[in-house]
């Protein structure tokens, strides 16, 4: 499994990026409501009933046939549309409204995108550090074994005392715990990965999960300046065009409840049918078309709407406070995203020649101790020391490919984007 592999299966079933998919769909439920102000009514209500005739009012006989004011039965349909002429701003406000929840819902979904995206390369490269860690203890455990066959031999000769084969025996000892964890940190890491990919592993499962990657710890020369990097995130970071959409819903919102003082007018038009309450017989019936407008206007309604301006003004100003402060967070964010980097870039940097000149070192103690002029001491520590080396040496690697990846992260520039094959590559 390569990095874009794992970014690839990652945007199709991470849990994570179903949730926010699923979050992205209900902001399209709210965009639809938000519109349906601006968009004609259509309605359609009918009735029937039924009383006693005993409760049927009707007048004194005084002249010719008695009649009734109603019937025993009674019914009634009607279909009206209604259509907003004017709501006090509410119909222009609520077209902005939805087009900024649509938008700032993708803004959303392109941040959960861009945090998954690093949680799965920062896992993928804790794998490939383990999976070299583990290379780094077995070399060590094979050289110091071999260090103990070569030991015990010249002991068996009588050329060295067995104090020499107890220390050799010591440090193999002490070289087995460092192997057994780092292969503890690769089935912890692996199962990291696989959880974040949306795996669901069988119970029956060893715990070796069985992901191999094809990925390695390489370090790719970057060239960014600080001056360029924060200007770059103020620009690309989606958490800053979100907060942006949500200051301008909020700005909508106070357009909305200052309308509340303003009249409501409403044109309809509809087609209605019941029967005759001059007739006991439910076929005769009235029916016409109806047509008119309607006004209303709440002229005092308790100082409700000077309430509702008034906390929409507040969450106005509260969206323009919090998008400031993101802007500085964001702004530390970098800073320490790139100091962590340049850290990394220098520690890599120092540990370029160390490893050629360990592995030189060993092999001169190695001769000097074959040559019987140098003692396993000497041996021993220069193999501790290319341990080490190398240790650093892949520990250097891994956290400058975490750094580089977090300070992308931090500038915006790690979103995925779509290819002609419908899968994703990483842009840099």
Do not use: C
């Not at 010719?64 to 907003?84: C, D, E, L």
């Not at 060590?140 to 009588?158: H, I, M, P």
């Not at 040559?371 to 080396?389: K, R």
Request: charged share 25%; glycine share 6%.
């Amino acid at each position: 499994m390569s990095m874009a592999d794992a970014i690839n299966i990652a945007l199709r079933q991470s849990p994570k990026l179903q949730r926010a998919q699923k979050s992205l769909e209900a902001s399209e439920g709210v965009e639809i409501q938000t519109r349906a102000i601006a968009i004609p009514k259509l309605s359609a209500t009918g009735d029937y009933s039924a009383i006693q005739p005993s409760a049927v009012d009707s007048p004194p006989i005084i002249i010719g046939t008695p009649f009734t004011f109603n019937t025993a039965q009674n019914w009634r349909t009607q279909v009206k549309i209604v259509q907003s002429l004017y709501e006090g701003g509410r119909i222009l406000s609520s077209l902005r409204s939805a087009n900024l929840i649509r938008e700032r819902s993708l803004l959303d979904y392109q941040v959960a995108v861009a945090d998954t995206v690093l949680e799965i390369q920062v896992a993928y490269y804790a794998v490939l550090l383990a999976e070299q860690q583990i290379g780094v203890q077995e070399a060590s455990v094979k050289l110091l074994q071999r260090e103990l066959a070569d030991t015990t031999r010249r002991f068996e000769a009588g050329t060295v005392p067995r104090f020499n084969v107890l220390r050799a025996e010591v440090e193999l000892a002490n070289a087995y715990p460092k192997l057994s964890r780092v292969r503890n940190n690769m089935r912890i890491s692996r199962n990291l990965l696989a959880n974040l990919l949306g795996f669901s592993l069988a119970t029956e499962n060893t715990l070796d999960v069985p992901i191999l990657l094809s990925g390695k710890l390489e370090a790719e020369p970057w060239d960014l300046e600080l001056a360029r990097a924060l200007p770059l995130a103020l620009h690309q970071r989606k958490e800053i065009e979100s907060l942006r959409k949500t200051r301008s819903l909020r700005k909508e919102e106070v357009v909305n409840a200052k309308a509340g003082s303003k009249p409501s007018l409403q044109a309809f038009a509809g087609y209605g049918a019941q029967n005759s309450i001059f007739s006991s017989d439910l076929t005769d019936e009235l029916n016409g078309w109806m047509t008119g407008v309607q006004l209303s206007w709440d002229i005092f309604d308790g100082g409700r709407t000077a309430g509702r301006v008034r906390e929409a003004q507040a969450r106005y100003e509260l969206a323009g406070v919090e998008l400031d402060d993101v802007g500085r967070r964001i702004e530390l964010e970098v800073r320490t995203a790139f100091s962590v980097f340049t850290e990394a870039d220098e520690v890599l940097r120092s540990q370029a020649k160390v490893l050629e000149q360990a592995e030189e070192a060993l092999r001169l103690a190695t001769a000097r101790s074959d040559a019987g002029t140098s003692t396993q001491l000497d041996v021993l520590s220069a193999q501790t020391a290319l341990t080490e080396a190398r240790t650093t040496h892949v520990q250097a690697l891994h956290d400058y490919a975490a750094a580089r990846a977090r300070l992308e992260r931090s500038i915006g520039a790690n979103l995925p984007e779509l290819t002609g094959e419908g899968g994703f590559s990483q842009q840099h």
